[in-house]
């Protein structure tokens, strides 16, 4: 996760916001937390399960409020709620209670929403169902192995494929990725955050022995791939609602959904694959 920095992205969102102090302040954050966040993940639970949590919290905030025009109302507690909920039982080793947590979670937000406000509650519950799988995800992924190189490999693959994007998709441009939702990201920054995750990928499976090096070159270009697809989800919710940035929480940065938003898009998918691949679904129940 970078759950601190970085988020996925295939280009800057413009030229002014990623120069001159915004991206001294971008780089002086991610010196600062990524460091905590690798400790974090190393030491283990309960330190990295809290991480999670509060982590989870934070973004069920960012999103309502963004889906709620600044506010954060008690459809905003009742989500923030079923998320931390859900994290927490996977914490304990309850997986499916946790799904029934944002399950249950996004079906109330909905309720209430129709009732108080009259119109749709779509994006608030595909952020309760979003984050709520974030945080299941990211727990269990830290237990493949039982021990701290799977959720290591995983979160540099996503900062990997941020970096590159960034820096591939600023220097060489091209082609737009997707214009009508983030028309600051190329298809050369998306071709880059692939070649820098299988980059990382095989030097990892090179240096720790992890397994066959073709085979987490394949799971790094597809963690760089639905990464990108979670940026572009949060890019379109923040598109919707018309702001720029989810929060203010990270200098230079913005907030925390702006950093997370690639781990978003592939802690399930990277859980369910490395699961598949190992032909253990035992993380599951």
Known sequence: MNII?????????DKASVSGASLKSRVISALI???????????????????????????AWEWRRLCASRHFDTAGIIF???????????????VRLAVLSVVVGAL????????????????????????????????LIRRIGDDWSVAIWFLVAVWAT???AFFVGRTVGGPKLAPKISPGKTWSGLIGGIIGAVGWSVVWALWTGAGQAGTLAFFGAAIAVFAQLGDLGVSRVKRRFGVKDTGTLIPGHGGLLDRVDGVIGAA???????SLARGDMSLWT
């Open 33 to 59: 937390l990524a460091p905590l966040v690798v400790w974090a993940v190393y030491f283990g639970s309960p330190v990295y399960d809290l991480l999670i949590l509060t982590a989870v919290v934070v973004m």
């Open 80 to 94: 923030s709620v079923a998320v931390a909920g859900a994290t927490i039982l996977t914490s304990f080793h309850h």
């Open 108 to 139: 109330i937000v909905s309720f209430m929403i129709a009732r108080s406000e009259g119109k749709s509650s779509v994006w608030t519950i595909a952020g309760i169902m979003a984050i709520g799988w974030t945080g299941i995800s990211l727990i």
């Open 5 to 13: 920095a970085a988020s996925g992205g295939t280009a800057p969102r």
């Open 162 to 164: 941020d970096i590159t």
């Open 268 to 274: 399930p998918i990277a859980l369910l694959g490395i």
